[in-house]
């Protein structure tokens, strides 16, 4: 009670605030300055946002009107409109019930539209080429008084047949039998087919676009044929493709004479033959309308309410969700990269490797903020010798333009630079112990005897030596060849990025009072 008193208060007073502006403009009205607040923050990417959730929305809903199972989705619909009343409310049983019920949502959405959801990736994966294929074709109206003539023919001979325009859903997982025809349509081609004396005349015929590609199909039957009493196996059948695709079925009763068209989960007598034209003609319109109808006109026209709904839906998602009412501001600590450094130069000391920075914006924009993302980038394509100072600006951070870069600390880095001079320096070979007893180390000799490696212009160059690592001449007892590692100063660079390999040659031979004891 507390809090519906809270919450008429709350409505008392903005209706207070609500003034009707002065002519002469001396106050202003708050709501129209809070709806200009709104309209002034709109981003080119809230338009977007805005447009993409919107044709989301659409797609729910044209795609749950025709259907039994869009029930469920008001009554999840209904749920989320709860659950927002609960959260503004504050009523703290409902909400938690609600938020445990959402956790588990996704599996039940799976569930309970699997089928739905099949027919949807389906039909997306075939939206294409696939689409055009189907319909683009001969005229229209002349295979659509072929079927229309034909179902009338049969009609009055009471001959049964079932007759199923594929529409954009595939069939293939729905039929099973059948024998592949791809003929052209024709009413002497339909009347053979389902001729009592033919062997498929039980099953249905399948009709793409103009041509006849398959017949003797036998088709699901329907799981609520419960609503159509006194129906026959080809009705129970029409009606069960109807209720699992797009397509429509033609069903003539063998009993009756009757004819009736199987669409969108329902059953629908036909009265007439000119009835069955304008229905075929519909429905053939509805898959692939004809090019003299401007597409922008077609597309108003079709779903207005659905394509309101969903704009008001997104308009309304975005103000509560992705609305910035306020900014907040955070720190973080971001790293430095060098870039664009020349191969002739080098970074030999840097202080500030890290800097930090408050970025100001919405909660929404630090949701999809990703820290990692976040560095300075400092161009170091123009170096000069020794120190040299950069200032850290916001251009050199890579901030998502929903945020802002408010303060960074420290201002400026120093980095001490030079450049690389190629020196050339001779091998010390490093040995180490004796040769084994009775032997002696007659020569050594390195190649390459000098080696190339570069180093910066502030280094005393007399200094570097270049050695390899000591040879244990103790484990030498013939001549060989080896390739130590060779030691360089911390200072180092190498042409090409890899540093140069030598190779030491040390030739064993055997003591001379060794010798002289052998002769």
């Known amino acids: ?25 001396e106050r202003q009205n708050p709501m129209t300055d809070q709806i200009l607040g709104v309209l002034q923050s709109i981003r080119i990417q809230d338009v ?45 049983l409902t909400t938690i019930a609600l938020q445990g019920f959402f956790a588990i949502l996704l599996f039940v959405l799976v569930v309970i539209f699997q089928e739905d959801l099949r027919r949807f990736f389906e039909r997306l994966a075939v939206w294409g080429v696939f689409r055009k294929r189907k319909y683009d074709s001969s005229p229209r109206h002349a295979y659509v008084n072929i079927i ?22 595939p069939l293939g997982r729905h039929l099973t039998g059948g024998t592949e025809l791809d003929g052209v349509i024709s009413q002497p081609l339909l009347e053979s087919i389902f001729d009592p004396h033919s062997a498929g005349h039980d099953g249905a015929v399948l009709i793409l676009g103009h041509r006849i590609t398959r017949f003797g199909c036998h088709l699901p039957l329907s799981i609520d044929s419960s609503r159509y009493p006194n129906v026959g196996l080809r009705h129970t059948a029409a009606l069960g493709l109807a209720e699992r695709s797009d397509a429509m079925c033609i069903v ?9 068209i199987a669409r969108r989960e329902r059953l629908h007598p036909v009265q007439s033959i ?47 969700f992705g609305y910035q009412k306020e900014s907040i501001s955070r720190d973080f600590v971001v790293p430095i990269e060098y870039i664009n450094v020349s191969k002739d130069w080098v970074i030999q000391e840097s202080k500030t490797t890290r800097a930090k920075v408050v970025l ?7 949701q999809l903020l990703n820290d990692e993302s976040l560095k300075f980038s400092i161009d170091l394509s123009n170096l000069k010798n020794g120190w040299q100072e950069f200032i850290l600006t916001k251009e050199m951070i890579n901030v998502p333009s929903n945020l802002s870069v408010d303060t960074i600390s420290p ?21 180490k112990n004796e040769p084994l007893k009775g032997l002696k180390v007659e020569q050594i000799t390195v190649t390459p005897l000098t080696v190339k490696i570069l180093l910066p212009a502030n280094v005393q160059h007399k200094n570097i030596k270049i050695k ?42 055997e003591a001379a009072a060794n010798k002289n004891t052998n002769d």
């Open 48 to 92: 977007f946002d805005v447009a993409i959730i919107a044709g989301m929305i659409f797609v729910l809903l044209t795609w749950f009107k025709d259907r039994a199972s869009r029930f469920v989705l008001v009554g999840i619909s209904l749920l989320g409109v709860v659950y927002l009343i609960a959260r503004f409310f504050q009523l703290y």
């Open 468 to 509: 390899t690592e000591p040879i244990d001449l103790k484990l030498m007892q013939t001549s060989t060849i080896i390739e130590p590692r060779i030691l360089y100063p911390p200072e180092a660079q190498f042409p090409g990025g890899k540093p140069p390999s030598v190779k030491v040659y040390i030739k064993i031979e």
């Open 148 to 169: 229309a003539d034909t179902v009338d023919s049969l009609s009055r001979r009471r001959t049964g047949a079932l007759i199923v325009i594929q529409g954009h859903d």
């Open 411 to 431: 201002r400026y880095v120093q980095v001490r630079a030079s450049r690389l001079i190629s020196v050339s320096y001779p091998v010390d070979v490093i040995t």
């Open 252 to 260: 003539v009763s063998e009993e009756r004479g009757s004819v009736s």
């Open 274 to 320: 000119t009835e069955l034209k304008s229905a075929i003609e519909s429905f053939y319109e509805e898959k692939a309308p004809e090019a003299k109808q401007k597409f922008l006109t077609r597309w108003l026209k079709d779903n207005p309410r659905e394509k309101i709904m969903a704009v008001l839906l997104a308009c309304i998602l975005w103000f509560f």
């Open 1 to 25: 009670m507390t809090r519906c008193f809270h919450f008429l208060y709350r409505c008392q007073s903005s209706l207070s605030q609500f003034q009707i502006p002065n002519p002469l403009g």
């Open 360 to 366: 100001t914006g919405s909660y929404q924009g630090f």
